[in-house]
C-alpha cells in the first residue's frame, strides 16, 4: 500500500497478557516512530529507529515495552503483562530519513483496551 | 523543557466564518514546528510547517500558520472553515539538536462546524 499501515486496528486484551503491535512502514522510509495517544492527549513519544537500531527509546514507560524493527522495515511494538493504564491508541509514523525536513506520515493506530 | 500549549481544548465556528487556532511553545532554541489534523477514523495529516524564513507558512486546505518569535506562538488561521474541517488540531514542535526527530504535541483543540 502507499502508506503506513498498522495491525491489528483494534486489540482487547485481559490484563497481564502479552500483545503485539505491528507497523508496515513506507517503501523506502529509513526512519519509523511509535507513539502513543491517549483519550483527549496529544500523541506522546515512545521510541525511534533510524534503520534496525533504536536511536532513542526514551520514551518507552517501562521495562514491560519493547520494541524491534529487524529487518529495517516492520516494527513490532510489544507490551509484557498488560495493565488497564496501557489502554492508548498506539501510532505509528515514517519518515523517509530521520532529518527534521521529512514528513512524518502517520497510521491509523492500533487501539489497545486492556481488561 | 520543551513543550506546546494548545489553550482551546474545543471550539465551534459556522461553516464560512474565520477560524483561528491558538499554539504557544516553549523551547530554547530555534523551533520546528507543525499543524496536524485527525479526523475521525484517520491517521494524523501534516496541514503545514514551519522551518524558518518566512514566518507566515502556506499549507494544504486552505490552511495558514504564522510564526510569531516574540509570542512563542504558532497560530493555525483560515479564513472560510468547511464543514469537512471538523476534526481535531495538533500543533508539534521537533527538536532541532541530537539524533531524534521526535515531535512534542500539544493536547489538541478539537473543532465543531455549525452549518
Known amino acids: 500500500g502507499a502508506g503506513v499501515s498498522q495491525t491489528p486496528s483494534n486489540k482487547v486484551t485481559e490484563k497481564g497478557k502479552y500483545v503485539e503491535l505491528r507497523c508496515d512502514p513506507i517503501s523506502g522510509h529509513t526512519a519509523l516512530y511509535w507513539y502513543r495517544q491517549s483519550l483527549g492527549q496529544g500523541p506522546e513519544f515512545l521510541i525511534y529507529f533510524q534503520g534496525t537500531g533504536a536511536a532513542d527509546d526514551s520514551g518507552l514507560p517501562n521495562d514491560r515495552f519493547f520494541a524491534v524493527r529487524p529487518e529495517g522495515s516492520v516494527s513490532t511494538l510489544k507490551i509484557q503483562r498488560t495493565e488497564r493504564g496501557d489502554s492508548a491508541v498506539y501510532l505509528c509514523a515514517s519518515s523517509f530519513s530521520g532529518s527534521t525536513y521529512n514528513e512524518q506520515f502517520f497510521g491509523p493506530g492500533t487501539r489497545l483496551t486492556v481488561l | 523543557a520543551q513543550s506546546v500549549t494548545q489553550p482551546d481544548i474545543h471550539i465551534t465556528v459556522s461553516e464560512g466564518a474565520s477560524l483561528e487556532l491558538r499554539c504557544n511553545y516553549s523551547y530554547g532554541a530555534t523551533p520546528y514546528l507543525f499543524w496536524y489534523v485527525q479526523s475521525p477514523g484517520q491517521g494524523l495529516q501534516l496541514l503545514l510547517k514551519?522551518?524558518?524564513?518566512d514566518t507566515l507558512v502556506q499549507g494544504i486546505k486552505g490552511f495558514e500558520a504564522e510564526f510569531k518569535r516574540s509570542q512563542s506562538s504558532f497560530n493555525l488561521r483560515k479564513p472560510s472553515v468547511h464543514w469537512s474541517d471538523a476534526a481535531e488540531y495538533f500543533c508539534?514542535?521537533?527538536?532541532?539538536?541530537?539524533?531524534?526527530?521526535?515531535?512534542?504535541w500539544g493536547l489538541g483543540t478539537s473543532l465543531a462546524v455549525n452549518p
Open positions: 508539534a514542535v521537533v527538536s532541532a539538536a541530537g539524533n531524534n526527530r521526535k515531535l512534542i
Open positions: 514551519y522551518f524558518s524564513g
